[in-house]
């Protein structure tokens, strides 16, 4: 059995949160707690205890558990970037760009990933990401702070890891983005057959994504060009599908 093990736990209508357990020390990490409840009972269910919180970005349903979670726990290791302390609640330790640590045996990178917002961090070791709301299945997060010219950028370092890689993205989008993707290139073969199949199984989990399909199946992915990739995003933006 690997050291380190992933749980996926679905939290508030459609985050994901994620347990990281040390499966030799019997402790865990767990990436953007927006909730409380379902990160105790994953806790409580996996026999682990909590010993860090890592945070991709400041918004509420990705840190709103943090405070709780410390009183109960603490005190506890809160990770995020530097650019978000003080925004963060309850954050520890400031991380830069390229900044490794390692967690359960693993190298952990955090890879600044701007776009969504300024702090964005994604958490990368071995063939995992975790990109927040950077990336999410079929599509990309909203540009609340940044520039469509860092968005591309950062999705340009998440799509140079190894196709092997696995997305744990922030939320469970991916059926409403594959509709949206459908139009932007309806002649996509790859992109249609995607969203047959997850439309065929709409309350499954989409999670872990294949980097590989997405860089075939997502339009924001493919439009590496920052014009192109600006008139895809202000559509999906107001796309109503």
């Not at 040390?22 to 909590?50: C, F, H, S, Y």
């Not at 140079?160 to 459908?182: I, K, M, N, Q, S």
Request: charged share 25%; hydrophobic share 45%.
């Amino acid at each position: 059995m690997a050291r380190l093990r992933i749980h996926p736990v679905r939290a508030l209508k459609d985050n994901y949160v994620y347990v990281l357990s040390d499966e030799k020390e019997r402790k865990a990490a767990v990436i953007d707690p927006g909730e409380v409840a379902p990160v105790e009972a994953a806790l409580k269910n996996l026999d682990l205890r909590l010993a860090q919180i890592w945070n991709t970005h400041h918004h509420w349903d990705h840190t709103g558990a943090n405070e709780a979670l410390v009183a109960a726990h603490g005190p506890l290791d809160v990770l995020a970037s530097a650019h978000d302390f003080g925004r963060v609640p309850a954050q520890t330790r400031k991380l830069e760009g390229g900044e490794h640590f390692v967690w359960a045996g693993a190298e952990v990178e955090a890879m600044m990933i701007p776009g969504h917002t300024l702090g964005h961090v994604a958490y990368h070791f071995g063939d995992e990401v975790f990109p927040g709301d950077t990336l999410f299945g079929a599509c990309c997060g909203r540009l609340f702070e940044g520039t469509p010219e860092m968005m591309v950028r950062s999705l340009g370092r998440l799509a140079a890891l190894p196709d092997r890689t696995r997305v744990w993205c922030g939320h469970e989008y991916t059926l409403g983005c594959l509709r949206f993707a459908v139009t932007v290139e309806p002649d996509n073969e790859a992109l249609r057959a995607r969203l047959e199949r997850v439309a065929a199984a709409p309350d499954e989990p989409t999670v872990p994504l294949s980097l590989a399909e997405e860089k075939a199946t997502n339009p924001f992915l493919r439009a590496t060009e920052v014009e192109a990739f600006a008139r895809i995003r202000k559509a999906k933006d107001v796309w109503r599908g």
